[in-house]
């Protein structure tokens, strides 16, 4: 008879063993051979035959391993008495695996949260896992699979990212699977809950676009940027308890309504963003409600970039009754395009801008060369006796190409002049530029660099100036992120300093297509990203 025993579970059930010797009712006796074999028992001990026997075996406390017994059966008047062989088998354990914790709690801010570690501690024997995340997706877990060894726990890492998720009241839950193998079934699956507190922050407002307008405007929406918006994120105006009309866009962007009710008088409104505890309200930022002309924003006339731009550049400004209500194109006088057009003028840091285009929401000026290089230079409109003012920054150069739809991106304003035939036309799907071409790129923000003239504001080139100047040292052009040789940087004869024009060779072993980049650097300074020409 042979009986399997692990360690740990139920005891086997008894086997049963018939004994009889045809029609004999001898009395019969039972033992256990060798008597110290206290792990085995028979029953009945005694009895007539025939018998029906029970044979159990008791492992508890044996060690691992094979153990060998016989049970003994003795009858009257039978000469020999029958030994049956009992082998017990017992074997280990199945190991069992733990958790170090069964709860793990984040809390965000800071953003993210310190990672998390769990040990897993195998008794018994060696035991492979697997790790898995469910219902949190801003949880990470590492790593995913493993070992765990006797007095050799295996650690895991949680980490926590609160990105894109929301401030609020309650956690976000969610729960870590730990499967076992080879370990007893109510220890195969292991549950620890994880959760993420993401508390809200106290926002910012770094910039109001507009942040002005003229008394008596209607309806106006102002986009919000700054730090730590959420849906929950609303504004109002310091003093009034009313939050105003706010559409979320995304973490550091927001539109607010301004009633015209607020715009009705003269007044400096102090925006102010507010988040639910603990975040509170942010720091306080102006629009201006003014009686006069409002410069709202000074970007450069090519690339329509915000940020700072260059002596001698055009840029535009838009506002609201900056200008006539009649758009106005810019005059020549002299030699020099006129400062004043539709009884309109412009300075920028008190030194007179020509004038290249007037409307009643835009100016086109050119940067004077005189003005001081710096930050935070005053720019002032007077439109018919009224002045309105703005800010801009003075660089030394912020070179900006034009494009072909005066947008600041996608196809240039270029001409391909074609090494072939000589011919010079429009550059795009019709007229694509190949290796050994000459590419003629137009730009503004280049700096002041032709000195030799006195004064430049507003200058325009004599057709018959000969020689040209140039761009001294020439800038660095690069097509598909290769640099090209540069035939020519100067002005236009018959236009303006400060329209650059570029002559470009496009150099071999680039990309080619309908949208190859292009950029232009000048004194370290690069041109807006985003240009493209054609190529083929």
């Known amino acids: 008879m042979t009986f399997t025993w692990q360690s740990g579970n139920a005891l086997p059930a008894g086997q049963s063993l018939a004994v009889k010797s045809g029609s004999s009712t001898a009395a019969y006796t039972t033992s256990i051979t060798p008597s110290n074999a206290l792990?085995?028992?028979?029953?009945p001990d005694s009895g007539k035959l025939p018998a029906s026997l029970t044979v159990r075996v008791n492992p508890t406390g044996l060690p691992v391993g094979t153990f060998n017994a016989s049970v003994r059966v003795a009858a009257t008047g039978f000469a020999s008495p029958v030994l049956i062989p009992v082998t017990l088998t017992v074997t280990a354990p199945l190991p069992t695996l733990s958790v170090s914790a069964t709860t793990l709690s984040f809390t965000a801010p800071p953003n993210p949260p310190a990672s998390q570690t769990l040990q897993l501690i195998?008794?018994?024997?060696?035991?492979?896992?697997?790790?898995?995340?469910?219902?949190?997706?801003?949880?990470?877990?590492?790593?995913?699979?493993?070992v765990a060894l006797p007095g050799v726990p295996a650690t895991l890492t949680i980490s926590a990212d609160p990105t894109g998720l929301d401030p609020q009241a309650a956690p976000y839950a969610g729960k870590l699977v730990i499967t076992a193998t080879g370990v007893p079934t109510t220890n195969k699956t292991q549950n620890i809950s994880i959760s993420l507190l993401v508390n809200a922050t106290t926002p910012t407002i770094t910039s109001l676009w507009p942040s002005a307008a003229k008394v008596g405007s209607g309806l106006l929406t102002t986009t919000v940027r700054g730090t730590g918006?959420?849906?929950?994120?609303?504004?109002?105006?310091?003093?009034?308890?009313?939050?105003?009309?706010?559409?979320?866009?995304?973490?550091?962007?927001?539109?607010?309504?301004?009633?015209?009710?607020?715009?009705?008088?003269?007044?400096?409104?102090?925006?102010?963003?507010?988040?639910?505890?603990p975040g509170g309200d942010s720091a306080s930022s102006p629009f201006i409600v003014s009686s006069t002309p409002v410069v709202q924003a000074v970007v450069s006339s090519a690339s329509y970039a915000s940020g700072a731009v260059a002596l001698g550049e055009l840029v535009s400004l838009f506002g609201e009754g900056i200008g006539p209500a009649t758009p106005a194109s810019f005059t020549i006088s002299n030699g020099y395009v006129t400062q004043t057009l539709g009884n309109t003028s412009v300075t920028i840091d008190g030194k007179g801008a020509a004038m290249v285009y007037v409307s009643n929401d835009m100016i086109t000026v050119q940067v004077p060369y005189d003005a001081s290089i710096g930050t935070q230079r005053n720019v002032v409109?007077?439109?018919?006796?009224t002045q309105g003012q703005g800010k801009v920054d003075i660089v030394a150069a912020a070179p900006a190409l034009f494009t072909l739809d005066g947008s600041g991106i996608g196809q240039a304003a270029a001409l391909t002049f074609n090494m072939q035939t000589s011919l010079l036309s429009l550059n795009g799907p019709?007229?694509?530029?190949?290796?050994?071409?000459?590419a003629v790129l137009?730009?503004?923000?280049?700096?002041?660099?032709?000195?030799a003239v006195s004064p430049r504001n507003g200058y325009v080139i004599p057709v018959n100036l000969n020689?040209?100047?140039q761009l001294n040292?020439?800038?660095?052009?690069?097509?598909?992120?290769t640099a090209a040789t540069v035939q020519y940087a100067g002005p236009l004869p018959g236009g303006m300093l400060g329209v650059m024009q570029i002559n470009a060779v496009v150099p071999a072993g680039i990309a080619v297509g309908a949208a190859v980049p292009v950029t232009v650097t000048v004194g370290g300074a690069v041109s807006q990203p985003g240009v493209t020409l054609t190529l083929k």
Do not use: C, M, R
């Not at 979320?248 to 988040?275: E, R």
């Not at 019709?430 to 000459?438: A, Q």
């Not at 040292?473 to 992120?481: E, H, N, Q």
């Open 39 to 43: 792990w085995l028992t028979v029953s």
């Open 122 to 146: 195998a008794s018994g024997g060696p035991v492979s896992f697997t790790a898995a995340l469910q219902g949190a997706t801003w949880a990470t877990v590492t790593p995913t699979n493993g």
């Open 229 to 277: 918006f959420f849906k929950a994120t609303t504004l109002k105006v310091s003093g009034s308890a009313t939050p105003l009309k706010t559409t979320f866009i995304s973490s550091s962007t927001l539109l607010v309504d301004l009633p015209a009710t607020l715009l009705a008088t003269a007044a400096t409104l102090n925006i102010i963003a507010t988040n639910p505890a």
């Open 381 to 385: 409109v007077n439109n018919n006796g």
């Open 430 to 438: 019709t007229s694509p530029l190949h290796v050994g071409d000459v």
């Open 442 to 451: 137009y730009l503004t923000g280049e700096g002041d660099y032709y000195t």
């Open 467 to 469: 020689p040209l100047p």
């Open 473 to 481: 040292p020439l800038p660095v052009v690069t097509i598909g992120g």
